[in-house]
């Protein structure tokens, strides 16, 4: 719930045995449960802690925001800024 709402977080949960077979596949998950993170076009796996803590303590410490529109402008770099101003 802590991130139910967030503008710039995502907590998903994908069933790669049914509909979300091809996103996992495209993702290289091959094992379960997997957690992966960062961009949407570059994710990373995860490798720590499983409790809700440990995965807090991770987010709260390491991510943050990224290159994207409005706001998230300052964080590109000089040839993407451009591409997300278009």
């Known amino acids: 719930d802590d991130f139910k709402d967030s503008p710039t ?10 509909e979300g077979q091809e996103l996992c596949e495209k993702n290289e998950v091959s094992g379960y449960p997997t957690i992966k993170y960062g961009d949407v076009g570059d994710l990373k796996d995860y490798n720590g ?8 303590k991770f987010a ?4 943050g925001p990224t290159c994207g529109p409005g706001e998230n402008l300052e964080h590109c770099d000089a040839e993407t800024k451009p591409k997300m101003e278009a």
């Open 9 to 18: 977080a995502l907590v998903a949960d994908v069933d790669c045995t049914a």
């Open 49 to 56: 802690g499983r409790s809700y803590e440990d995965l807090k």
């Open 60 to 63: 709260e410490e390491n991510l």
